[in-house]
């Protein structure tokens, strides 16, 4: 499949127009570069503006959605690539093993429990090896995680050390080459 990269963002669009013109960008941001997006297959908010924008700039999508969220419709109708998996741990699994990284961009507790789930399986090295994963600070989103993570680091929680911490960039070409590398 080449270079893939895992993306992980809100199902909605959010409050600012921020958020979806940086999830736009990041579809035509790695199409230009030649790698796949592999994301939750959803065609409205952001997983759908992601998608838009690495379609119109021809690049290939993978996306992997639940059969329920089939059967809502909920499904983007202009990607080719849709695998239908039956649970939403089943649906981070097959993201996970298509991915060469991930990148998370603003949304809600399921792009959270995406994060924190390849967070982990990259520390614990489940993937076989550690995965980067980075963060994409649209308009200051995860000033409050950043902080988290220091704290968390700092009180012993997570050891600097660690595998799987992510990069957390408000420059999404800077993230890409970092993640790419």
């Known amino acids: 499949m080449g270079r893939a990269v895992a993306v992980f963002c809100g199902s909605g669009l959010g409050a600012r127009p921020e958020y979806a013109q940086a999830a736009a960008g990041t579809g035509r ?13 959803g065609g409205k908010g952001m997983m759908g503006a992601v998608a838009d924008g690495a379609l119109a700039a021809g690049g290939r999508v993978v996306g992997v959605i639940p059969h329920w969220m089939m059967e809502k419709e909920a ?7 849709m695998r239908v998996v039956e649970t939403m741990l089943e649906r981070k699994t097959v993201m996970a093993d298509l991915a060469d990284a991930f990148l998370v961009l603003p949304g809600g507790l399921g792009t959270m429990d995406e994060m924190f789930e390849v ?3 990259s520390q614990l090295r ?7 994963t980075g963060v994409l600070n649209v308009a200051g989103f995860y000033d409050d995680l950043r902080r988290w993570l220091d704290r968390a680091t700092r009180d012993g929680y997570i050891r600097e050390s ?14 890409l080459e970092t993640l790419l590398a």
């Open 119 to 121: 967070l982990t399986w």
């Open 126 to 132: 489940l993937h076989g090896r550690s995965k980067p």
């Open 75 to 81: 499904a983007h109708t202009g990607v080719a690539e």
């Open 29 to 41: 941001a790695l199409a230009a570069r030649g790698v796949t997006l592999v994301y939750g297959g």
């Open 162 to 175: 660690s595998a799987g911490l992510p990069t957390i960039d408000d420059d999404l070409g800077r993230l």
